[in-house]
Structure formats: structure tokens, C-alpha cells
């Protein structure tokens, strides 16, 4: 088709995505380019500004390698993430879910842990914490033979694949519900840490005048057939960041509480002194499992990033 005028621009790019082959291919472009050539135009988008777009694009791949993902912190930090999350869970978005984010962080192989074992693989700072998870389905049936990865930050706010002087596989573990569908293990204490900001997720950020905080969590990713697989995250309800989360990836159903014990022995382990306890139930939806594509691949070897902390205007 020659362009004769710029509406002819957009008759002529769905012509052609209308030759897609495979239905939903085809109805996710033709969407795409509707809803990309209608914010050009509703938003008048000069030239400068779409080279100015093009540039972080670029540097959102640019910044990206095999121990960090650029685009999943971006995703995040336009909601993009979350929104995906919850349209795709809980009957549709419908109901109350207990999925949640993968974040930029998850690795494959993490080490097969018994219950009771501990996720500390180097010497870890932090008050310890032990965990008791539930996984159940709608019925409220325990799920026995879950595999469950678990994951999270050390007390510096840093996953081992970021930070060379961790172990590999620090505080990483993935364990196997027993037939009453539990889990439990001992680890530290998570906090609420700040997202990176040496690339362009940290440009957009500074311009809001918003935070890079993300609340305590830690990290679910729950795989048994029969059921889809879960991503989740369970925050602390003591957290002060929970209300201007960074990632948008808080619900409500995934804050639980952190209990404090200061004059009890720990349940099981060495730890001594002060400790705390977790209890969550999980929810899984009927259908098969698909393991989502790991974010990174491998541990940096590299310094980790400078911890900075932004204000929220």
C-alpha cells in the first residue's frame, strides 16, 4: 500500500499483521498496533520523543545480562507486572489469589532442602526466622508432593546472584510438601530492600519522585501437576512500605504476619535467642503446570550494585 497519509500508516501495518497465521498471534498484534498508533496520536509524540523512547528501550536490553533483568524491573515498576498477574489468576481475576510476582531474582536448580533444613549456604547475618507453608486447593484439600522454590534477599537487601561474597545458592532452596501439604524451614528474617538504580527503571523513579523500596517478602514458586503453577510472595505486615510498594505487588491476601518469640526455644536448629515464626496457606488453581522462563541464569561476579535509597516526594 503507498502512503498517502499518516492514517494510511496504520490501515497498511494491520493488512499485514492480519497475515499472522496463528489466531492469537494475530489478535495480539492487530490489539498492539491499534493501541501503539492511537497513544501517538492521542499524545501528538514528536520526533525527539520517540527517539528518546527508543534510547531506553535500548538501554533497558543494554543493561540486561545473564545476572540481571532490566525489563522485569521496568515491568514492574509500570505495574505492568502485577496487572499480567492478577488477570491471569484467581478464576480470571475474579477472586482472591495468592499469585504474585516472580521478580527479577529467580534462578532454576536450586538445591533440594528437606523439611526442616536451613536456607543459609554461607554465613548470613539476620534474625531467624522459621517458616511453616500450607498448600491447599479451592476445596481447601491439602496439596501433598508440591515442589516449592523458595527465595530472598540476605540483611543488606542483596540475592546471592548479585552479591559474589554469598554462596551460590544462598538462601535458595526448593523443599516437597509432606502428605498434610506443609512445608517448613528455618532462614533469616527478610527486609525490605531497595530495587536497582544504575539503569533506566532508576531514571524513571527519580522523575516520579518515587521510591525504590520493595516491602519484606519472601519468595514462592509452587509446581505439582494437576495444578498451575504459583508465583507468589508473602510480605510483612510490619513493613512501612507496603502502601507504595515500588512494583505495585502487594495484595492483601499475601500479607501475613511476622511473630516475634523472645523468650521461647526455637522450634528446631541451633538458633538462639530471639526468634520469628511465618505461617501462610497457599491456594492453588486446578490446571497444569507451566514453569515460567527464569529471569536471569547465573551468579555476577561482579561487586554488587551501590545500595541508594530515594525518597518519596
Known amino acids: 500500500m503507498i502512503i498517502k497519509t499518516q492514517a494510511d500508516v496504520t490501515t497498511a501495518v494491520l493488512a499485514e499483521m492480519a497475515r499472522a497465521e496463528d489466531p492469537r498471534t494475530r489478535e495480539i498484534l492487530t490489539s498492539l498496533i491499534k493501541h501503539l498508533h492511537g497513544f501517538i496520536r492521542e499524545t501528538k509524540l ?5 527517539q528518546q523512547a527508543c534510547a531506553i528501550i535500548n538501554r533497558v536490553g543494554q543493561k540486561s545480562n545473564d545476572s540481571h533483568n532490566e525489563a522485569v524491573l521496568m515491568s514492574g515498576s509500570l505495574g505492568v507486572s502485577s496487572l499480567v498477574c492478577l488477570l491471569n489468576n484467581g478464576d480470571n481475576g475474579s477472586t482472591e489469589t495468592t499469585a504474585n ?4 531474582f529467580w534462578r532454576t536448580e536450586s538445591p533440594r532442602t528437606e523439611n526442616g533444613g536451613c ?3 554461607s554465613p548470613t547475618p539476620g534474625m531467624p526466622l522459621f517458616v511453616e507453608a500450607l498448600v491447599q486447593d479451592h476445596a481447601g484439600r491439602p496439596v501433598a508432593g508440591a515442589e516449592i522454590d523458595v527465595w530472598h534477599c540476605n540483611d543488606e537487601g542483596y540475592y546471592e546472584n548479585q552479591d559474589p561474597s554469598q554462596a ?5 532452596g526448593k523443599f516437597t510438601t509432606d502428605a498434610a501439604g506443609k512445608i517448613w524451614f528455618r532462614s533469616i528474617k527478610p527486609i525490605g530492600y531497595p530495587i536497582p538504580l544504575d539503569g533506566p527503571t532508576g531514571d524513571l523513579l527519580r522523575m516520579l519522585k518515587r521510591h525504590n523500596m520493595r516491602p519484606a517478602h519472601l519468595h514462592f514458586l509452587i509446581v505439582k501437576d494437576g495444578f498451575k503453577a504459583q508465583i507468589s510472595q508473602v510480605y510483612s505486615s510490619e513493613d512501612p512500605n507496603l502502601e507504595t510498594d515500588s512494583q505495585f505487588g502487594v495484595t492483601q491476601r499475601l500479607i501475613a504476619q511476622y511473630v516475634l518469640h523472645e523468650n521461647e526455644p526455637a522450634p528446631y536448629g541451633d538458633a538462639k535467642g530471639p526468634w520469628y515464626s511465618m505461617s501462610f496457606t497457599f491456594d492453588l488453581d486446578a490446571g497444569q503446570p507451566k514453569l515460567p522462563r527464569a529471569p536471569i541464569s547465573s551468579k555476577s561476579t561482579s561487586p554488587p550494585p551501590r545500595i541508594e535509597r530515594l525518597v518519596r516526594a
Open 101 to 104: 510476582l516472580l521478580g527479577p
Open 46 to 50: 514528536s520526533e525527539a520523543e520517540f
Open 168 to 172: 551460590e545458592m544462598n538462601l535458595r
Open 119 to 121: 536456607l543459609l549456604r
